[in-house]
């Protein structure tokens, strides 16, 4: 082959400076970045680890709280007692007694809420109110009137007060923190736009993509059977009540964007009196 037909180098190339071919490995770095970091997969297992580390996170500090307020029920339950008597080791179980009742209704409950189903029954929420305002109560009384040879302290009071309000707060908190990051995982399922190489792209379509006149076409929302379900119920209901749907209502079950969300409204909008099939 002559040094004519040779083909040219990289560093042969007009242009192909090092800072050229920098920029164009930082580019094809970044558009295989892209390509991993928009993929619903890898969004739900980070939405997931999230929700794992945060809730264990939650468990932690909800246990030293628990594992305090213990000792403020066994001096309010124990008072006149000594470790002779039966009720002042009794005293110590009481408080372990509601708090176990407290995680167990709490694992219940984040359990529910992952599986997209929410509880409504005002009997557990009076429930754990009952638990923590008890705790609250045991903790602040004996800071109120301290025992014998002990006197007033108000930084005690305080610490009695705000740490069982803690608790309860954090009791409220998890339930949220589970539905939350459900509902991430569940955007993440919906599929992203494919990448488009700006290097490939010609004045002309390809012969198989028939491009429409205005604007392109949305295409339909993939979501998870039961947030589909969720979803269909939910605009059921608003028809039931005499209305039109609309994307709110979408977003009260799951967060989509606006463009995906009234797609999903057009697929489930009746045509003729059907809507589309499953998706």
């Known amino acids: 082959m002559s040094g004519k037909d040779k083909p040219k180098s990289a560093p042969d190339v007009p242009g192909a400076t090092k800072a050229v071919r920098k920029l164009g490995d930082e580019l094809a770095e970044a558009r295989q970045l892209h390509r991993l970091l928009v993929d619903p997969l890898l969004n739900t297992v980070r939405a997931e680890r ?30 006149g007692y000594t470790t002779a008597d039966p009720q002042w080791w009794a005293a110590w179980l009481v408080e372990p007694a509601f708090a176990g009742i407290l995680i167990t209704l709490l694992r ?13 029954a005002a009997v557990v929420r009076k429930l754990k109110r009952l638990l923590l305002f008890s705790t609250l109560v045991m903790n ?18 305080f610490v009695h007060i705000v740490i069982p309000l803690i608790v309860f707060f954090l009791a409220e908190v998890m339930p949220v923190v589970q ?38 076409v ?62």
């Open 140 to 157: 602040v009384i004996p800071t109120v009137r301290p025992p014998d040879g002990h006197s007033f302290n108000l930084g005690n009071l």
């Open 179 to 216: 539905e939350m990051c459900t509902r991430a995982k569940d955007t993440a399922t919906v599929p992203a736009a494919p990448d488009v190489d700006l290097d490939q792209q010609t004045d002309e379509p390809p012969a198989d993509i028939v491009r429409p006149a205005v604007a392109p």
């Open 218 to 279: 949305v295409p339909s929302v993939k979501l998870p059977p039961t947030v589909m379900t969720q979803v269909r119920t939910t605009l059921d209901s608003v028809r039931s009540e005499g209305r039109t749907p609309n994307v709110a209502d979408i977003a009260k079950v799951v967060a989509l964007p606006d463009n995906l969300a009234r797609q999903l409204l057009a697929d489930l909008t009746p045509v003729n009196g059907h809507t589309v099939p499953n998706i």
């Open 108 to 120: 219940w409950e984040a359990e529910m809420l992952a599986r997209r189903l929410e509880v409504t």
């Open 50 to 79: 999230l929700r794992v580390s945060v809730t264990r996170s939650l468990w932690f500090f909800l246990a030293c709280g628990l594992g305090f307020t213990t000792a403020g029920v066994q001096a309010f339950l124990a008072d």
